[in-house]
């Protein structure tokens, strides 16, 4: 009953167009090396190295630092090399690295979907 409650209120929000875009969250500080960052449905690792500069372009594209614990839904993680290519490269370089390296995001096996034995 609940769910067909939520269905008839998204489709009348569709409808009037009462839904909204969401604006990005705030900035947030640095985060520290093996956080993950989050791009939509991609993340990835942050290495050492990653500096104030770097991390402010990351968040103008849209990264922010997956805070969510248990954060249950499913990326494609971005290989950890991209991270140390975009930290070593240069900022009119910067854009092209992400996109490669957002082109190379895979989704990773978890350990929840595998049979034991």
């Known amino acids: 009953m ?6 008839v209120r998204n489709q ?3 409808i009037f167009g009462i839904r909204r875009e969401r604006l990005l969250p705030r900035r947030t500080a640095r985060p520290s090396p093996g956080a993950r960052i989050f791009l939509g449905d991609v ?3 942050v290495q050492a190295g990653l500096d104030r500069e770097l991390w402010g ?3 103008d594209q849209g990264w922010r630092e997956a805070v969510i614990r248990p954060d249950r839904r499913v990326y494609r993680d971005i290989p ?3 991270m ?3 930290i070593d490269s240069s900022p009119e370089h910067r854009e092209a690295i992400l996109n490669a390296a957002l082109a190379e995001a895979r989704r990773m096996p978890t350990t929840l979907n595998r049979r034991k034995p």
Do not use: E, G, K, P
């Open 57 to 59: 372009w990351l968040q």
């Open 80 to 82: 950890s090399n991209w």
């Open 84 to 86: 140390t290519l975009l």
């Open 2 to 7: 609940v769910d067909v409650a939520i269905n």
């Open 12 to 14: 009348f929000r569709n």
């Open 43 to 45: 993340r990835m690792v």
